[in-house]
């Protein structure tokens, strides 16, 4: 192992990812190399070699800035799972490797996506180190456990599958509570390192916005499942200390993945959970997740996501399954609010206002002026779904080579949607 000092002009002049935004650069004194084996979570100093999939990195502050061959970046060593673009582990040296997720993460390609180009390459130059030649690792910078933290309502959003509208529910739900004035907490609990989500929770309103990069971890691919059980628990605790009075807490990937499974299995969990709602894709999909939910002891509010496009899909599940469907936009309304969080959010139910549709534009303006009909789910009122949520038009999914999320267009335009159309409390 070989300690050398690193310059401050050199970090400053470094394009420094996202998943090591908790980390000081008052903290990066070392380089350490030769004979080291990264671990998960710790930074690293690379140079990038060749462009490929990833064309930006994202920085702290969210901007995702253009890369170029020869620049240097710092990133986090991590694993990441991800069934539409990366698999990819920690290597067992720093030689060559990969970034496999522009909010920066390092590892070693193992297979992906046929639509995926080759990843970016980078080289790395040696682990980031104190001042005493130690690895920095994101772990040792986590937000503190809140001891003694009041209990508050917890509303998990699980999937079917990466893509399956997980995170644009779980936007639409802490809007819904926002705009009822609700102190409340996004908190995306597991994924990949990458500012996209995060920025959307607040976006939508949330008073506090976590992340598991906030609970110690890059990516939480192939971590301990106790830990990443601790951390979700303790950034609830935190919200809950800074004074939110609800949680939205999102669970990445589909339930058959290893560590979404884990939590959904967590004792933990399910005690903090009043309800679930479950994005999906399909009506199959749906219905296995609804059973499993259930099977394992948690009661479920909604089902929500991709699938609300589809009139015909959404008539499907009504078939198999008892929880009601709701799109996005009524999530954000209020549709589970008083009936499932009782007297603890009593104020969170809002209803439309009478407003002329002149004030009502965009894709979704007709979806909105029917939000109060409260026979949605009969064959005859599925237009509430054909004039929006499943307008091909109003939603791309087309996944830019560089870009997180796949999910953008429908996110902005349930957004824009939504501030054209003023709402109100119910007194």
């Not at 009822?180 to 597991?190: D, L």
């Not at 890059?218 to 303790?234: F, K, M």
């Not at 999102?250 to 994005?279: N, W, Y």
């Not at 206002?353 to 029917?370: H, K």
Request: contains cysteine.
């Amino acid at each position: 192992m070989f300690v050398e000092k690193l310059e401050r002009r050199s970090i400053r002049a470094a394009k420094r990812a996202f998943t090591t935004r908790r980390v000081p650069v008052r903290h990066m004194r070392t380089v350490i190399s030769q004979d080291v084996q990264p671990q998960a979570g710790d930074l690293v100093l690379a140079t990038v070699d060749q462009l490929g999939s990833h064309l930006r990195i994202e920085l702290p502050n969210g901007r995702r800035a253009k890369m170029f061959p020869g620049d240097t970046i710092v990133v986090c060593y991590a694993n990441r799972y991800a069934p539409d673009q990366f698999e990819a582990v920690v290597p067992h040296d720093l030689g060559p490797c990969d970034l496999v997720a522009g909010g920066g993460v390092a590892a070693r390609e193992v297979c992906r996506h046929e639509r995926m180009k080759e990843p970016t390459r980078i080289i790395p130059v040696g682990l980031v180190g104190d001042r005493e030649g130690r690895p920095l690792n994101v772990a040792n910078f986590k937000v503190a456990p809140k001891r003694g933290a009041p209990r508050i309502p917890v509303v998990v959003v699980f999937g079917t599958a990466m893509n399956s509208g997980k995170t644009i529910t779980a936007g639409s739900l802490v809007r819904s509570f926002a705009t009822a004035g609700i102190r409340v907490a996004g908190i995306k609990a597991t994924g990949t390192g990458s500012g996209g989500d995060l920025w959307f929770m607040k976006d939508m309103g949330a008073s506090r916005a976590y992340d598991f990069t906030d609970a110690g971890l890059a990516s939480t691919y192939l971590a301990p499942h106790d830990r990443i059980e601790e951390g979700v628990l303790c950034l609830i605790d935190n919200a809950a200390s800074a004074g939110c009075k609800v949680a939205v807490v999102e669970i990445a990937d589909g339930l058959q993945h290893a560590e979404t499974a884990a939590l959904m299995e967590s004792p933990k969990i399910r005690d903090r959970a009043c309800g679930v709602v479950f994005a999906a894709y399909d009506a199959l999909g749906a219905y296995t997740g609804v059973q499993t939910l259930q099977s394992n002891g948690y009661r479920i509010f909604a089902v929500s996501g991709q699938i609300t496009r589809s009139p015909l899909a959404v008539r499907e599940l009504q078939a198999l399954v008892d929880p009601p469907v709701y799109s996005p936009i009524e999530l954000q309304h209020g549709a589970i609010n008083e009936t499932h969080l009782g007297s603890e959010s009593s104020t969170a139910r809002v209803i439309v206002n009478e407003a002329p549709l002149a004030y009502m534009t965009g894709p979704f303006s007709s979806s909105l002026a029917r939000l109060t009909d409260t026979h949605r789910n009969r064959p005859e009122t599925t237009d509430v779904f054909q004039s929006g949520v499943a307008t091909q038009s109003a939603f791309r999914l087309d996944v830019d080579e560089d870009d997180e999320s796949g999910f953008d267009d429908l996110e902005d335009t349930l957004a824009v949607a939504s501030h054209d159309l003023p709402l109100r409390p119910y007194s």
